[in-house]
């Protein structure tokens, strides 16, 4: 899923993480430069990490169920072959 949102409506975990995404894309499209391009990439890794560290820690995510006390259905080997 794609949403539009606004670079300043962002949490700052991903302005960075676009921020440097763009740089890079920048170094390597523009600029040519190799060296430019790997220092960036580390930070990129960097900045992806935190962006997704963000984005668990707000998302209230659990495998066990949703946060509405459904459980998920998970896959059953016998309901595979189940014709409806």
């Known amino acids: 899923m794609i949403w539009l949102v606004e670079f300043e409506d962002m949490p700052?975990?991903?302005?960075?993480y676009v921020s440097m995404r763009a740089a890079n894309l920048?170094?390597?499209r523009a600029v040519g430069s190799a060296e430019a391009?790997?220092?960036g990439e580390r930070e990129e890794a960097q900045a992806r990490a935190a962006m997704i560290e963000y984005e668990t820690q707000?998302?209230?995510y659990n495998y066990l169920g949703?946060?509405?006390n459904r459980n998920i259905l998970t896959y059953r080997p016998f309901n595979a072959v189940y014709r409806f």
């Open 12 to 16: 700052e975990a991903f302005k960075q």
């Open 26 to 28: 920048y170094a390597g």
């Open 37 to 39: 391009v790997r220092f």
């Open 58 to 60: 707000q998302g209230d």
């Open 66 to 68: 949703t946060t509405d």
